[in-house]
């Protein structure tokens, strides 16, 4: 341009003192201010600043565009629009030039007052939550003892009168200094259980405590009860012998405390270290992590038989609906399936999705398997019904895809005339195989006239193939008692398993998974029979079955 045009401006500046003069700007900002900008960009910068182009969306690429034009057309439109745009860029830079002036202060004081000094900023990404890895033994001591709970029990207590009363306060608590509620004591035997001699001689006492909880007409409170327990010794046939025996002694905690918990959990969906805090809270009890795991354990032992009873009556029953959804723990994926039929419940827990696991479990089973169109069902042997629900919601979605495929919403609509009369007779009369038999024939028609048809589309080919590969599956209630046409029933019991998610998923171990799963099924069984769960686990009824008879006599 100076050779084009020699060395001056029109206003008479020396070009050569203009090029000598020139700042990149962005090697002041760059590493030394940062704005809340995503980029060091002009437009960004200057638009934080405050900045308003006066094209939109004014673009560098775009002014290329405009020039490119503008060699071509010639036209003083473009022409002016590109301009305008460099002008604009111009007022652009001058305002961030202008901005940085001001930043950059003379000394702290004069510092703009939406500006912070990068030093002055507290440092906060090396602190993270949870445990830290120390290079040297001394920091992690250091650490350590930086620890709230550490800082009050140690050192605050030293020095701060009040915290030394809440720590008083806390250590009172743990002494286990509750107060009987009743007292148990020992019988006096006569004679030996084994030989019957008399010449028996107590040899020594013990006794135990068990804390439980004793629930009233609305209300629920701490009972601990002692047992006193003598020891005796035959003189005869030296048979070492208690004075009583009782079932639940050798367990710390009762029975009425373990089906509070096991409710809690399984019921409420409430975490287990919650159940924990919640039961120390109200009653006054220790009831650590452990105990809690123990309760649970203790329960799937308890109720394994229940577990087995409404496993075996599902299996032999008329109807099992099935479906399976995705649970990601802290140690890997796995799948929970749930198997219902109106009135049994039972959640499996397996690590992948593979169709052995329905197979296994559904071996021997001859009723009627209602699913979704999963393929792991095809391959067991019984009779089988598809979801329609499913299947209607796939083809409205094929529909609204394309919706200009007319042979396509002929096929829905055709389907839907088969169905409809079908719904209507069983919400008028039930699902009884003796009125539902009568649409059979509609059902051949619609068949014929599908099979009978060449599609054009392929959303129309895939649409034929599927009722046709499922021809066997789909219609199957028709020709039974009580089997539904749709999978809500599956679908209702995955819903209740989606509750306790939360509560499984901190859980890594597979047993833990597959106690909760056991519990839940028996708890689930329970909601579909009316029963009240906790009114099952505190009855001390081991049997399900057994507990329903009692109540029902
Ligand atoms: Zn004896």
Not at 476 to 489: K, M, R
Request: with cysteine; hydrophobic share 35%; charged share 25%.
């Amino acid at each position: 341009m100076v050779r084009r045009y020699g060395g001056k401006t029109q206003d008479g500046v020396s070009v050569d003192s203009l090029i000598e003069g020139a700042r990149s700007i962005v090697s002041v900002i760059y590493g030394h201010i940062y704005f809340p900008t995503y980029s060091n960009g002009l437009k960004d910068i200057a638009t934080f600043l405050g900045y308003r182009w006066s094209t939109e969306e004014p673009s560098g690429q775009r002014s290329l565009l405009l020039r490119h034009r503008w060699e071509i057309e010639g036209s003083t439109t473009v022409k002016q629009e590109l301009i305008a745009y460099n002008s604009d860029d111009c007022g652009a830079l001058e305002l961030v030039v202008k901005t940085i002036e001001q930043l950059i202060p003379v000394d702290a004081a004069l510092l703009h007052p939406d500006a912070v000094l990068v030093d002055s900023l507290k440092p906060q990404l090396p602190y993270r939550l949870g445990p830290v890895d120390f290079v040297l033994p001394e920091l992690d001591y250091i650490n350590k003892c930086a620890y709230w709970d550490y800082q009050r029990d140690r050192i605050y207590v030293r020095s701060n009168p009040r915290v030394r009363r809440a720590a008083r306060r806390k250590q009172r608590g743990s002494r286990h200094s509750l107060r009987v509620n009743k007292t148990f004591t020992p019988s006096r035997p006569w004679k030996c259980p084994k030989c019957d001699s008399r010449k028996i001689a107590k040899v020594g006492r013990h006794s135990k405590v068990l804390y439980d909880l004793r629930f009233s007409a609305g209300g629920v409170r701490r009972w601990i009860t002692k047992y006193v327990i003598d020891h005796y010794r035959c003189g005869t046939c030296s048979l070492s012998f208690p004075s009583d025996e009782y079932e639940w002694t050798r367990h710390r905690y009762g029975l009425q405390m373990l089906a509070y918990v096991i409710h809690s959990i399984i019921e409420v969906h409430i975490p287990q270290l919650k159940v924990s805090q919640n039961v120390n809270t109200l009653f006054g009890y220790r009831l650590g992590q452990p105990s809690i795991n123990r309760l649970k354990q203790r329960a799937t032992e308890i109720y394994r038989e229940t577990y087995d009873d409404i496993k075996n009556t599902l299996l032999n029953g008329k109807l099992i609906h099935a479906d399976e959804t995705h649970l990601g723990t802290k140690r890997g994926a796995g799948y929970v399936w749930v198997f219902t039929s109106m009135e049994e419940v039972i959640y499996l827990w397996s690590t992948t999705r593979d169709g052995d696991v329905a197979k296994d479990f559904l071996g021997g089973f001859d009723g009627v398997l209602v699913s979704d169109f999963y393929s792991a069902y095809d391959s067991i042997p019984c009779a089988q019904q598809r979801c329609l629900i499913h299947l209607i919601r796939d083809l409205n979605g094929e529909v609204l895809k394309e919706p200009f495929n007319e042979e396509m919403k002929e096929l829905v609509h055709e389907f839907a005339a088969v169905l409809r009369p079908i719904i209507e007779t069983i919400d008028r009369l039930g699902l009884k195989k003796h009125f539902l038999q009568k649409h059979k024939r509609s059902v051949t028609c619609f068949y014929e006239r599908l099979l009978a048809r060449e599609y054009g589309t392929e959303a129309g080919r895939k649409a034929r193939e599927r009722f046709r590969k499922n021809r066997e599956r789909l219609f199957t209630f028709l020709d039974y008692d009580g089997v539904p046409w749709n999978n809500n029933n599956a679908e209702h019991a995955i819903r209740a398993f989606s509750g306790l998610r939360d509560v499984i998923q901190g859980f890594s171990n597979e047993r833990g998974i597959r106690d909760y799963l056991m519990l839940l099924s028996i708890c689930q069984t329970c909601v579909y029979r009316g029963l009240d769960f906790l009114g099952f686990l505190r009855s001390g009824e081991k049997r399900l079955n057994e507990y329903t008879r009692k109540r029902t006599v």
